[in-house]
């Protein structure tokens, strides 16, 4: 049941309109059902209003009693069809359009009245055509999307007509007189427009509609699109009130089914098992890139994505369509505002603050949207176990600019421009870490810094030419630049110490003996230059139930990198490893690299929309990709199946996968050792995606369940290590593997009014590197021999190990996440949010290893964040205007605590080493529990 003052369901992308049962029971002054297929079924489909009107070329209205009830009853489309049995149109004015217009048990009775009616309505106008004129033309929303179903009425006269699919419209007019011309839409705000013509006359008049504000609540509308491929919808706004010591769009998609991450430090997420530099971005449709050097989450600063600036964001862990580029695991597509009217938005926390502006030109012609954003982390980056002087800044500066030429042509660009700089003077650390049975103290001291620069800059200009309604073409040129260099000289003292653990002892807890002391130094003069620069040109062509989408780019890199780092360790003045005549430098990379290349990809594919006694869509597409420097060219065919069957319950099955190939980047081309393999190949993965949607109602309010089941074959892999947020790659395709698991979601109204969600993900990854076998060497006792340890030493057999396959780095095993929202009844200004991410422990292994050996794990991630909002000011809420809040839009103010429970949660080790060359490991804790205040007022 659901009952509203007001009603309209509409889907920008033209999808169904599909209002499922047991029994819908629509109120309001004004219902309107507008979509390509309008779809209510239920026992008993009943709706009530002055108006009722619903339009769409197909209209299917099904149920033991189908019952409308108006003043006006309007149904429109080239298919009407009402099976009864019990079938009730009541109202002065009921009107049926359609050339197919089918009843059930009343069809004998309402054939003859229609080819009346209909008769009627064909020579009427052929009286009266040399008195008309014609007016033509699109009407379309803020965002350039055509509007579908819009009642176009001329003042005073029986003429009238409304908006096709694309909100094109073509109506007669009387001729020699001043007529005024209404547009309505149930969204939209009605327009007036008063014109003149002659006799005959064809005159084209586009528009723009405005929306509303919404009068509808508490009422779930499905995205009808995004069920039937693997892409998700995210709501922007959640990314201001989540709470997050990283914040932003990136935030929310760690809570995301699919989505792991174990550093809230930063923004980057692993997607089913791949890493990092396997997840494609656009704004835009351009494709987002970010630094290279960086080493560790507080060095990341700002992400490209302005959250203020975002309108729309959809999200896909696997399965994803053609369209979409060559990356291995996910694709994040953002879609940045276009605003219509001067808005503004200022915000400060703790950790920086941000600026937004927007607006726009009278008549649209010209928007613009910008943005200007400061962050630093030395407030949380404090609670670290290292403390020294922590001095990052991070800003960016980032526009959008539109202007419409014509109502053809439009013109924009996006610039970027980000300045992260990280600078730390390290002072002292001291790490408590072992077992109760072998407590361990590690103290060190430190000298030096360590100085960061990442400047990056983006611009693209873009132009859309829409030579008709069904028809578009957009070019694209831009460029991508990064400044990086990476610079430290840092010693450190240590010493380890064994805690005295008896429990009867005064000295409980302290250092009982020294077991090792020792110094190590790094250091780093490092300098990194990255150009892309592309050209792009992507095309969408509708044809009814058909969709094309084609695109193709050209694209070339010249990248610069300068290496010269190395590190010293030492252990009670032995230098490790230990050599007598020379000092032994560790990790050494001294290399002098530049790379030049040219890419050229491209997509087609074909969406098809058909209907028998259920709703199904395919899409079939394939890409392709060559690169000049391994002369690799590629082909990935991928498809995707979705059915809607016409069950009592609303769910959709879907099916998808294909081959994505990821050729490879500059990163990946780099090994351990700093020299580039330009031999290699692009990564293979396969991917089998089943999933289901689920809409449903409890407790009398809207769900959702989303599971999908994926298996990925993966083949020629570079395997790699991950050290904190930096991947080493060993460069070589000498691996295979697979990933597959299991994602839930489900999200809804656990609390009438807001939404909240929850997500499981279980899952395993792994490789088998090919050649990565070793030999174990036994004596002639038989004994296996341990080198150092085994008395005879001197083999006589062995035998060749293969170990098969291991985890690799990602191999997240099981991970939970909970957004969760409340408010307290009496006062619903406050609320409360929640963020809690639980995920297993990470494989790693010590330094210098062989990765069969990587098989240790880190302990499990545990991070819970709650923040507390109250809304000073909301839009509904008046002030008098000597108030300086009357000017406010709205205004809240949040507390926010992260790491809520104290959590010391395990990044990464450090490995020290004593003059035995016993290694140990000890743990880089991330942060702890610490407060936020942030203030955010929109204009």
Avoid: C
Wanted: no cysteine.
């Amino acid at each position: 049941m659901r009952k509203v003052a007001r009603l309209d369901l509409y889907d920008a992308d033209r999808t169904p309109v599909d209002i499922p049962g047991p029994s819908v029971d629509l109120h309001g002054s004004s219902v309107g059902l507008h979509g390509p297929s309008v779809d209510i079924h239920g026992p008993s489909v009943d709706l009530h209003g002055p108006s009722v009107d619903i339009h769409g070329p197909s209209v299917d209205l099904y149920g033991p009693s189908v019952d409308l009830h108006g003043s006006s009853v309007g149904l429109h489309g080239s298919l009407v069809d009402i099976p009864g049995p019990s079938v009730g149109l009541h109202g002065p004015s009921v009107g049926i359009h359609g050339p197919s217009v089918g009843f059930g048990n009343s069809r004998p009775r309402l054939v003859w009245p229609l080819v009346f009616v209909l008769m009627l309505s064909a020579i009427a106008p052929l009286a009266q055509a040399q008195d008309r004129a014609t007016v033509q033309g699109q009407l379309r929303d803020e965002q350039g999307m055509g509007i579908p179903y819009v009642s176009i009425a001329v003042i005073g006269t029986s003429f009238g007509t409304a908006s096709d699919s694309l909100g094109s419209y073509n109506v007669q007019v009387p001729a020699g007189q001043q007529v005024r011309l209404s547009f309505s839409h149930i969204r939209f705000q009605p327009q007036g427009y008063d014109i003149t013509l002659a006799a005959g006359e064809v005159r084209t008049l586009n528009r723009i509609l405005k929306l509303k504000d919404n009068v509808v609540d508490e009422v779930l509308i499905s995205d009808e699109s995004n069920r039937k491929s693997t892409m998700q919808r995210i709501d922007p706004k959640m990314a201001v009130i989540i709470p997050s010591a990283g914040g932003g769009i990136e935030a929310l998609l760690k809570t995301f089914p699919g989505v792991s991450s174990n550093n809230e430090l930063s923004s980057q997420y692993n997607v089913r098992g791949g890493n990092y530099d396997e997840n494609l971005i656009y704004v835009n449709d351009v494709e987002i890139y970010r630094p290279f050097l960086v080493r560790s989450g507080q060095q990341e600063g700002l992400t490209f994505i302005n959250p203020d600036m975002v309108e729309g964001i959809s999200f896909s862990a696997g399965g994803f369509e053609a369209k979409y580029g060559d990356k291995l695991s996910s694709v994040l597509d953002v879609k940045y505002r276009r605003p219509r009217s001067f808005a503004a938005t200022a915000s400060g926390s703790l950790l920086g603050g941000a600026l937004h502006l927007e607006g726009a030109t009278k008549e649209y012609r010209f928007s613009w949207i910008g943005g200007l954003r400061y962050r630093s982390n030395s407030y949380v980056l404090g609670s670290l176990d290292t403390d020294g002087q922590y001095k990052p800044q991070f800003w960016d500066a980032q526009a959008l600019l539109n202007y419409e030429v014509n109502d053809k042509w439009d013109i924009g660009f996006l610039g970027h421009y980000s300045l992260n700089q990280y600078r730390f003077i390290p002072e002292n650390r001291e790490t408590d870490f072992g077992t109760i049975s072998e407590a361990l103290r590690f103290t060190v001291f430190f000298d030096g810094q360590e100085v960061n620069t990442f400047e990056t800059m983006t611009g693209a200009l873009t132009a859309e030419y829409r030579p008709d309604q069904r028809l578009r073409f957009k070019f694209i040129a831009s460029g991508y630049r990064s400044n990086e260099s990476e610079t430290f000289d840092v010693q450190g003292q240590y010493w380890l110490g064994v805690l005295d653990n008896n429990f009867g002892s005064d000295n409980l807890g302290e250092v009982a003996f020294n077991r090792g002391i020792g110094t190590f130094l790094d250091h780093a003069r490092n300098y990194l230059t990255v150009n892309v620069g592309t050209v792009k040109h992507i095309g969408h062509w509708l044809d009814g139930h058909r969709k094309l989408d084609w695109g193709l780019q050209y694209q070339h890199e010249y990248i610069t990198d300068e290496l010269n780092e190395w590190n010293m360790n030492d252990s009670s003045g032995y230098s490790i490893p230990l050599s007598p005549n020379e000092l032994t430098l560790s990790n050494v990379l001294k290399t002098d690299l530049s790379l030049q290349s040219n890419r050229i990809s491209g997509h087609l594919q074909n969406t098809w929309l058909f209907s028998d006694t259920s709703k199904h869509t395919l899409t079939a597409g394939v890409r392709f990709n060559y690169w000049d420097v391994n002369g690799q060219f590629i082909a990935t065919p991928r498809a995707s199946y979705a059915f809607n069957p016409r069950w009592k319950r609303d769910v959709v099955f879907r099916v998808s996968g294909g081959m994505y190939y990821q050729p490879p980047f500059y990163r990946e081309l780099r090994d351990l050792n700093g020299q580039l393999n330009k031999n290699l190949k692009a990564q293979e993965s396969y991917h089998a995606v089943i999933g289901t949607d689920y809409n449903f109602f409890a407790w009398g309010r809207p769900f959702k369940l989303v599971a999908e089941v994926y298996y990925k074959y993966l083949d020629n892999i570079v395997p790699y290590e991950i050290d904190n947020v930096r991947i080493r790659y060993y460069a070589t395709n000498n691996a295979r593997g697979y990933a597959t698991g299991l994602d839930l979601k489900i999200n809804g109204e656990f609390v009438k009014g807001i939404e909240s969600w929850a997500s499981v993900s279980v899952m395993t990854v792994q490789e088998d590197i090919k050649d990565d076998f070793y030999y174990n060497y036994y004596n002639s006792d038989g004994e296996q021999i341990q080198f150092g340890i085994t008395e005879n030493n001197v083999p006589v057999d062995s035998t060749r190990v293969e170990p098969g396959y291991i985890p690799r780095p990602t191999d997240q095993r099981v991970n939970f996440s909970l957004f969760f929202q409340d408010y307290v009844p009496r006062l619903p200004m406050l609320k409360m949010h929640l963020n809690l991410v639980l995920g297993t422990g990470m494989p790693f292994g010590p330094p210098d290893s062989q990765r069969y050996q990587d098989t240790l794990r880190i302990p499990p991630y545990r991070r819970v964040d709650i923040g507390f909002s109250y809304m000073i000011k909301g839009e509904k809420k008046e002030f008098p205007k000597k108030n300086p809040l009357h000017y406010l839009k709205s205004l809240w103010v949040s507390l926010e605590v992260f790491n809520l429970l104290g959590t010391n949660n395990t990044l990464s080790y450090l490995w020290i080493s004593d003059i035995t060359n016993r290694q140990y490991a000890v743990p880089n804790y991330l942060t702890s529990r610490q407060l936020n205040v942030k203030l955010v007022a929109k204009f």
